[in-house]
């Protein structure tokens, strides 16, 4: 599921886009979830308490340097993995720039139009595993995987663990199960671990484990020794 942010002041301008993306996933025939606000403040407490990240998001830049404060939000805190800047002027659009926009839609938009910048851009994120998903306490999270440090096995619950935060997130799980939703970077190299080779530090060939970026130390168990470290190292060189 495609899941979009959209904040947008414009009552009117907020419906056509709307039914732009409801007629682009029905002929497509895949599904979205969109969060609609109305209000830049709105959005940015939203921001601050989800968990979840987002493929895309629509930022009315009527406002331009309210819109540029949302992007920037948005963007440093790796909530969304794209940002579309909607309504504001060609210099408004200049001087997001730093903001890395993936494009610009105006006033006047038409379908064929939107249709053209928008395919593009799902074309280009559907090609990518971004995102690692799992549900708890009955609402699905959504983890970008660039900022996942190791999976851990514990009995029936897998624990995820975060670059640079003290919070875990447990959820009922096997390893097994998860390697095919992980990006070619994600390591087996024990019965219960799974760790992100962009976090490995070094091996220590004495103590036999991954020495995390973090000081953490991941275990390699000898059933998984040779295959993870032969991994690890075509991984480092790029193979």
Same mark, same amino acid.
């Given at each position: ?23 682009? *996933? ?10 609609? *606000? ?13 968990? !979840?990240? $987002?493929?895309?998001?629509? #930022? ?43 494009? $610009? ?28 998903? *799992? ?34 997130? !447990? ?14 970077? *994600? ?5 219960? $671990? ?6 490995? $530090? ?15 130390? #991941? ?13 690890? #190292? ?6």
């Amino acid at each position: 599921m495609f899941q979009i942010l959209i904040t947008m002041q414009n009552t009117a301008s907020a419906k056509s886009w709307t039914a732009f993306l409801k007629r682009y *996933f029905g002929n497509s025939h895949s599904s979205c979830q969109i969060i609609f *606000f109305r209000s830049y403040e709105k959005c940015e407490q939203y921001i601050q308490k989800t968990n !979840s990240s $987002y493929d895309t998001a629509f #930022i009315d830049f009527s406002d331009p340097a309210a819109g540029r404060r949302l992007a920037a939000m948005l963007m440093s805190e790796e909530k969304v993995d794209s940002w579309i800047c909607c309504l504001g002027t060609e210099r408004d659009c200049l001087e997001s720039l730093y903001l890395r926009p993936s494009a $610009y839609m105006g006033q006047e938009l038409t379908y064929e139009a939107f249709f053209k910048v928008f395919h593009k851009l799902v074309q280009e994120q559907s090609n990518l595993k971004r995102y690692f998903s *799992f549900k708890l306490a009955g609402e699905w999270i959504r983890i970008p995987q660039r900022r996942i440090e190791y999976f851990e096995s514990n009995g029936k619950k897998v624990v995820l663990h975060i670059k640079g935060s003290e919070r875990p997130y !447990s959820f009922n799980a096997r390893l097994d199960d998860l390697i095919p939703m992980l990006s070619q970077w *994600f390591l087996r190299c024990h019965q219960s $671990y799974l760790v992100n080779m962009n976090e490995i $530090y070094l091996l220590d060939k004495v103590q036999h484990v991954f020495k995390l970026l973090s000081g953490r130390n #991941i275990p390699v168990s000898r059933r998984f020794y040779v295959q993870a470290a032969k991994r690890h #190292i075509a991984f480092q060189y790029g193979e």
